[in-house]
């Protein structure tokens, strides 16, 4: 079981938007940064979002973080084909002695 | 961003001792934040450690008594230990960098090393 929260899945349809969420703790979320990550099959993990909101150069406007509290949301407008793939979001955690990263468990994104 | 690529066997003995090490082009690691992460076939994805240009390191305590990072700065390298293994570590492994937890922005392709049950 992961230490951040998750949706097992989402699904919608090509141009549309979805949100993902992840929730945690105040040992976690509640103050660190979350980045998130995509996932396409068969590929290494791609950072898209850091510090909460920021996109590293390249990642498309079409992505967007969030976070509030403890709970953290990617957003993806105008959704393709290509975007189908696994979503991950992950923080320090600083109740592990002395700290380390937490995943969530990860999300599914299917396109419809 | 630079280009990480992990090397080692793809298969383990169980109670034997998984040996990994990711060579880095196009930055130095003297920069970075060098992690290892696993991840279980269909499963998400699992921080195994980290280890800076001073040697300093962080383990995931589920891991610590088992894991061991070293760099090799004149190769441009740092390697990944893991003792005792057992099927459950069977794994697809990544060795990424970053700034600072939890941004990595490179990544490995990632290698698959299983352990027999």
């Known amino acids: 079981q992961s230490v951040l929260t998750q949706p097992p899945s989402v699904s919608a349809a090509p141009g549309q938007r979805v949100t993902i969420s992840c929730s945690g703790s105040?040992?976690?979320?509640?103050?660190?940064?979350v980045c998130w990550y995509q996932q396409l099959p068969g590929t290494a993990p791609k950072l898209l979002i850091f510090?909460?909101?920021k996109r590293p150069s390249g990642i498309p406007d079409r992505f967007s973080g969030s976070k509030s509290g403890t709970s953290a949301t990617l957003g993806i407008t105008g959704l393709q084909t290509g975007d189908e793939a696994d979503y991950y979001c992950?923080?320090?955690?600083?109740?592990?002695?002395?700290?380390?990263?937490?995943f969530g468990g990860g999300t599914k994104l299917t396109v419809l | 961003q630079v280009q990480l690529q992990e090397s080692g066997p793809g298969l383990v003995k169980p109670s034997e001792t998984l040996s990994l090490t990711c060579t880095v082009s196009g930055g130095s690691i003297s920069t970075y934040y060098c992690n290892w992460i696993r991840q279980p076939a269909g499963k998400g994805l699992e921080w195994i450690g980290r280890i800076y240009s001073s040697g300093s390191t962080n383990y995931n305590p589920s891991l610590k008594s088992r894991v061991t990072m070293s760099l090799d700065t004149s190769k441009n390298q740092f390697s990944l230990r893991l003792r005792s293994v057992t099927a459950a570590d069977t794994a697809v492994y990544y060795c990424a960098t970053g700034v600072a937890a939890p941004e990595f922005d490179s990544w490995g392709q990632g290698t698959l090393v299983t352990v027999p049950s």
């Open positions: 510090d909460n909101d």
């Open positions: 992950a923080t320090w955690d600083s109740s592990l002695n002395p700290g380390g990263v937490v």
């Open positions: 105040t040992s976690n979320l509640g103050n660190s940064y």
